[in-house]
């Protein structure tokens, strides 16, 4: 199951979406984000879907490695769904099971949640798999640097975020190595009550939790030993600069935020 994690790991390539500037991937991702909650009607959220599932067609990469990051995600997206069917009580009622009475409007909610979360998920991935942490790093300070006139430390921020993001991957694979170990010890993590399966997740979050306490302790003092310091004086290996693939980016996002301003206005909202 922990494999299947792949948010913040990223995988090299020339695509497109690899070319762009970390900053306009930032902004539309911002952008794309905002849009997802905005939709109100099928047709809305199917215009920015098919921008979500374009981008990930031009970054060329495979759709397995996409949606494997759905699999963890599965008891989130059900549950959100399913409570849409229970609450949603607007519409005709289809069905009547006991106090299970679901309507053909708390239907049309709950895909309407599930394709909004799966929206979400993969626009939110698609940013760490095309771009390395380092430019990352440096397109968050560059989009945060207006507040370091109001003495913000904009640097640190963004060199904590990142380093946070990075980790994720390596913490995910720390975590099942220490579940196979416990396993081939005899322990039993998948069966059982709830309480007992919990019980034995302690042999792995305690070592879990002393070992992203040390890693976090190297990093530090590697840091340190070799002088590093950010914020003004600080160079950059590359040299950021927006360029047509940017401009047709942000026009295509621009088109998207009209669409769905006007599947908004013309058609009725499904929540």
Do not use: C, N
């Given at each position: 199951m922990f494999r299947d994690i792949t948010i913040g790991r990223f995988f090299p390539g020339e695509s497109f979406v690899h070319r762009l500037d970390p900053r306009s991937?930032?902004?539309?991702?911002?952008?794309?984000?905002?849009l997802i909650f905005l939709c109100r009607n099928f047709y809305a959220l199917g215009l920015v879907f098919l921008f979500v599932l374009t981008g990930v067609l031009?970054?060329?990469?495979?759709?397995?490695?996409?949606?494997?990051?759905?699999?963890?995600?599965?008891?989130?997206?059900?549950?959100?769904?399913?409570?849409q069917l229970f609450y949603n009580k607007q519409g005709e009622v289809l069905f009547t099971w006991g106090?299970?009475?679901?309507?053909?409007?708390?239907?049309?909610a709950a895909v309407f949640m599930a394709v909004r979360i799966c929206s979400l998920i993969l626009i939110s991935s698609l940013l760490t798999y095309t771009t390395s942490p380092t430019l990352l790093t440096d397109a968050l300070e560059r989009l945060l640097s207006p507040l370091a006139k109001l003495k913000v430390p904009v640097h640190t921020l963004a060199m904590m975020m990142t380093i946070a993001l990075r980790f994720i991957p390596t913490?995910?694979?720390?975590?099942?190595?220490?579940?196979?170990?416990?396993?081939?010890?005899?322990?039993?993590m998948e069966t059982g009550p709830l309480h007992r399966r919990a019980k034995a997740m302690i042999p792995v979050l305690v070592p879990l939790f002393v070992n992203a306490f040390r890693r976090a302790f190297e990093l530090a003092y590697a840091m340190e030993c070799r002088c590093?310091?950010?914020g003004d004086g600080r160079t950059r290996l590359r040299v950021m600069k927006l360029g047509w693939r940017d401009a047709v980016t942000f026009t295509a996002t621009a088109a998207v935020a009209a669409g769905i301003i006007l599947f908004n206005i013309y058609f009725e909202a499904v929540i």
């Open positions: 991937k930032i902004l539309v991702v911002f952008a794309a984000l905002i031009i970054s060329r990469l495979s759709f397995k490695l996409i949606f494997s990051g759905l699999k963890t995600l599965y008891i989130i997206i059900a549950i959100t769904s399913l409570l106090f299970f009475a679901p309507t053909d409007k708390g239907v049309a913490l995910v694979d720390e975590t099942d190595r220490l579940m196979s170990a416990q396993k081939a010890r005899g322990a039993d590093y310091h950010g």
